[in-house]
């Protein structure tokens, strides 16, 4: 048995720029705070000999979206630069529920040697960054990304060098969706004594969906003969 739904509709926030800037694993970041804005004001990390930068962490990008969003990708800017073409990504991750956490989307090119006030881009429009996604993982203060950079000469050589990596700006895009799933497939029906019938849906059947976005809440709503309430639990028709 096969219900359908109305069309989803596709949604962007953002994107928002971070109101929160932290270190972790390392003390090699000067003036953190200076990646709030996209001002020519710079985040310095020095790789000095010994010493990592460690984790710049920007959190606090201060989203709203609505508890039936259904998220899709989020997208991380990094504007900024760097003083030798040694410099590079070493991880940039996700932070969920202020943790680092999910899959590492650094980047093997070279930063740029100047900033000409364009952003590097991490992530997009289908991209979870290998975690699930709620609502009010993404509007809490502790969601942001984690930016760790090395000079990869110094590297090769052995150690760290002295090169700097400049961060003038972080911003981060949201994209999302609501409404309807395109085919929900039901995988047992029960029909009770009283004659009335309910059917359970198989959530990993939900076309288009990771089986773990389906434990949010869904508005009900009446198509055809059943109301529903997806994306799991009993229908009654």
Known sequence: LVVTTEGATNFTAGPNGPTSAAEESGNGWHNINNIFASDNQYADAHDSPGDSAGYLKATGFNFSLPSNAQIDGIQVDIEGYGDSVHIRDAEIKIIKDG???GSDRARIDAWPLTDSNSYRIYGGLNDKWGLSWFPTNINASGFGVAIMLYDAEALQLGGWGGSLGHIDHVRIKIYYHTGGIDVVKVSSVTIAGDGSVSANL???????????????????????????????????C
């Open 99 to 101: 943790s680092i956490s």
């Open 202 to 236: 198989n959530a990993d059947k939900l076309e288009g969906y990771d089986p773990t976005d389906f434990f949010q809440p869904k508005p009900t709503g009446l198509y055809g003969m059943c109301t529903y309430e997806y994306p799991v639990g009993n229908q009654q």
